[in-house]
């Protein structure tokens, strides 16, 4: 399973003077049928960020399993946001 977590920038001029950082952003290697995972973590970036994509893919990375999107318009974004959207248990 891949986790996917994918920033964009508010502007195709700022994409090239983009930085960002990742902070306790957790992923999980392998999740077990039923079991259970928080999303945790922060993007931080030096422009408005225009959307930020969660995204679960299955082991072959072929097929999205599950996808949030959010459109913060602004610097930093907590990862945890996403965690009530996406239901790894479900998987």
Request: proline share 4%; net charge positive; glycine share 4%.
């Amino acid at each position: 399973m891949l986790l996917l977590v994918f920033a964009m920038p508010l502007s195709a001029q700022a994409a090239s003077k983009v930085k960002y950082k990742k902070t306790g952003v957790t992923t999980p290697s392998a999740i077990k049928k039923g079991s259970s995972f928080s999303l945790r973590g922060t993007i931080t970036c030096n422009k408005k960020i225009k959307e930020v994509r969660v995204t679960i893919y299955n082991s072959t990375r072929k097929k999205c399993l599950q996808r949030y999107t959010a459109k913060p318009n602004r610097k930093k974004f907590s990862i945890a946001q996403a965690d009530p959207y996406i239901i790894f248990n479900r998987l």
